[in-house]
């Protein structure tokens, strides 16, 4: 990969097959964040650790604690954090 767009993809994380098939994407440029675009998972929707983002936003918006959110999907309180604020980014636009 050499192209302008390959060297962009690189750097969003974008993680590529054997065959240079994007396999997953990570949205946010810091490479801590546990949030990936998995065709393969969830038709590709935005998940943290396997686990939707929409679903983490849901359950704390019914006002549910985030340590209570992470410990019921086996996650952390930062994967938590991650995905409320990625979705609370796409909600923001």
């Known amino acids: 990969m050499d192209t302008p767009l390959d060297a962009y993809l690189l750097k969003r994380g974008t993680d590529w097959s054997d065959e240079d098939i994007a396999t997953a ?12 675009m998995t065709p393969d998972l969830r038709f590709g929707r935005p998940a943290s650790k396997g686990i939707s983002t929409e679903v983490l936003w849901e359950r704390s918006e019914a006002g549910e604690a985030i340590e209570e959110t992470a410990d019921e999907f086996g996650l952390s309180a930062e994967d938590v954090h991650w995905a409320l604020a990625y979705e609370s980014s796409l909600r923001a636009a």
Do not use: A, L
């Open 25 to 36: 994407w990570r949205p946010h440029d810091d490479p801590r964040s546990p949030i990936r």
